[in-house]
């Protein structure tokens, strides 16, 4: 019998891991045709390494070096190894507050995904949510986009608004954001899996 194409994802986050989780629940539904091979976090207290070890999942705190708001060269080095090891065919960012370099992204050409809380190019950043709230806008939403060396540039790949309400205060309109962020990041990496790979099977997982 021919079983679907599994593909391997390997997560970032530096956060409470919802995105991760609606990931890996897809995956388990047979939403997703993959499996999460490895998670990584440059915050050893990071909720997603947590939300990954209760579901059996390997995942682990590597850290981040010298810099604030980036990898050092050795920490993507380290980043660059793991993924390789699990042999990961995509690089999922979820909620990685991290900026990866050429040398990551080198590795894994067009294979990094990323999903940010604002109809990008609007907002990129931190706090995108308050910053549309401080703005005014009406509408805002949620961009899942490949990863280029800019920040929270990229190919989008899919993007969902979300009404921004008078009585809005960050936190409810993060809330909403995030309800959309978990069907519309597992959706769409769903669909960058068949549109990439296609019917082209992948090794062992393709037969049984
Ligand atoms: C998400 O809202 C994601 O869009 C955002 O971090 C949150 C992580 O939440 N990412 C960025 O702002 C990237 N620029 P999670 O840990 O619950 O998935």
Redesign the pocket.
Known sequence: MTRATQFKLGVL????????VAIADACAAGRVPATIELVLSDLPEA??LDRARERGIRAEHLAPGRYRTRLDEAAERAYVAGLQEAGVDLVV?????RILKGDFLGAFPGRVV????SLLPAF?????WKQALDHGVKVTG?TVHLVDAGV?TGPILAQAPVLVRDDDTPETL?AR??EV?HRLYPATIARWLTDTFGACARGPNLEE
């Open positions: 986050g530096s956060g409470k891991g919802s995105n991760f909720g997603i960012l979820a909620g990685f507050m990323n999903i940010h809380p990129p950043g931190l706090e995108a949620v929270d993060h954001i995030q962020e």
